[in-house]
């Protein structure tokens, strides 16, 4: 289990709300345990033991073989929840590195270059989308297939391409019923930013040559762990930690932090996970990311001496996969022989704790996210305790944390000004209102 050092958060804290503050957070596990909150028509994640049996592991097994078999590249093409999920665990644990992503920006040059990659190449599709209408994955799939049929012919839809859609609706469904494509559902009850380890991410990690089913055990014991109704689970005490110091309305950002610059899209896929679920009815802490030391030398000054307006959670590993030693040069050409007896995850180490305690004394709070491995279980394990934590959060804000409505608003604009809705003074007033300002 994730562990939490507070002992930077103890002079920010005060112990009586703490207690007062944890108290409410395991009244709204228990909401939330018992699919009682407001949003809770969308909390089946919680119960994925309805999900991962081994019949559908097995299925996406035996259908993501074949496509490894067949293809130099995969292409998954999905967006938000069917993409940040997956590139949080493949960026830094790529396996077979067949997968690569599509779908997930409107980006030409982005476009082209996957087009390049896959010239000459063997490749095949997986497109995630629940209503199979959204606009980036839709016309990115649109190109891809028009390639795909003009390399191999319209009768390689069947084998090459996987449907990863809604059980019944949505626009995907003409494609599966055409070309019988494999196809696996996207389940009602989860929504996207939640649906990591459905099959909208199992597919990919199988693809990508992961064993989803140690994947699948580790997502099951680890729901089981975060759901224990103490004031002793970690999830529980991130979640009062962020609505303490929020509400203390000091603290707008919270700024997650890795030394890892593989975990990158780790931190983009909780900023989403945050701000979709919490910024909302104008609230909510601002979702922030940083990688260390990366970062340290471009915004670095302004995390140390600028307004005290975010605190910052550090994700820290205990044992890392890889070591590099540091050589020994006879002319000691930049005075760094000193750190011959060390690695560079002894350096990091040391990276770290500086940093800590110099943002620690320039009176910024400090959560660290401890755990033990930095491999993909861990953070599969990382990402339910985000789940729990982000609902229990939600709930003491106030807040429905599994909708997105202003989400929708974006959308609606868009899909009327493309001409796809019918309402054609719709269109007119947008295009009204978009003339006075381009």
């Known amino acids: ?51 991962l049996h081994d019949d559908l592991l097995n299925n996406i097994q035996i259908s993501a073989r074949r ?31 067949k997968i690569i992503f599509a779908g997930n920006n409107l980006s030409s040059i982005y476009l082209e270059q996957i087009i390049e990659k896959l010239e000459g190449k063997d490749f095949s599709i997986i497109v995630i989308s629940k209503s199979g209408t959204t606009t980036e994955p839709s016309l990115v799939f649109r190109i891809l297939l028009q390639k795909l049929i003009k390399k191999y012919g319209e009768d390689s839809i ?22 019988q494509c494999d196809h696996f559902i996207i389940p ?49 005490r991130y979640a009062t930690i962020r609505n303490i110091l929020y509400y203390t ?34 609230k909510g802490l601002f979702p922030a990311s940083a990688i260390f030391t990366t970062d340290l030398h471009s915004i670095g000054q302004y995390l140390q001496e600028g307004p005290r307006n975010f605190f910052e959670t550090i994700i820290d590993f205990e044992k890392e996969p890889f070591s590099q030693k540091i050589p020994f040069f006879d002319d000691d050409f930049d005075g760094f022989n000193v750190c011959t007896e060390m690695d560079i995850n002894s350096v990091k180490k040391i990276a770290l704790k500086a940093t800590a305690l110099a943002h620690y004394d320039g009176d910024c709070p400090i959560v660290f996210l401890n755990l033990e491995n930095l491999d993909i279980y861990s953070i599969c394990e990382l990402l339910v305790f985000f789940f729990y934590s982000c609902a229990i959060s939600g709930y003491m804000l106030e807040i429905n944390p599994f909708n997105q409505p202003g989400v929708e608003l974006y959308k609606k604009n868009m899909l009327a000004l493309l001409g796809k809705e019918k309402d054609i003074n719709k269109r007119k007033e947008l295009e009204n209102k978009i003339s006075q300002f381009f």
């Open 1 to 51: 289990m994730i562990k939490l050092n507070e002992k930077f958060l103890e002079r920010y804290l005060d112990k009586s709300l703490f207690d007062k503050k944890l108290n409410i957070a395991l009244e709204n596990l228990e909401k939330l345990l018992s699919h009682k909150g407001e949003g809770s028509e969308m909390t089946d994640w919680l119960n994925y033991d309805n999900y």
């Open 67 to 97: 496509l490894i078999n067949i293809s130099d590249y995969i292409v998954s093409i999905g967006i938000g929840g069917s993409y940040l999920g997956i590139k949080a665990l493949l960026e830094p644990f790529p396996g077979n590195k």
């Open 188 to 236: 009602d009850a989860i929504g996207g930013r939640f649906s990591i380890f459905t099959p909208v991410g199992l597919y990919p990690f199988a693809a990508a040559g992961h064993d989803i089913k140690k994947i699948a055990k580790v997502v099951k014991d680890s729901l089981k762990s975060y759901s224990i109704k103490s004031k002793e689970n970690p999830a529980l």
């Open 249 to 282: 309305g000091k603290y707008h950002i919270e700024t997650l932090i890795s030394y890892e610059e593989q975990l990158r899209y780790l931190l983009e896929w909780w900023k989403q996970l945050f701000g979709e679920s919490e910024g909302k009815n104008k």
């Open 158 to 179: 069947k084998n090459r391409v996987v449907l990863i859609t809604d059980k019944e609706k949505g626009a995907l469904q003409r494609i599966k019923q055409k070309y």
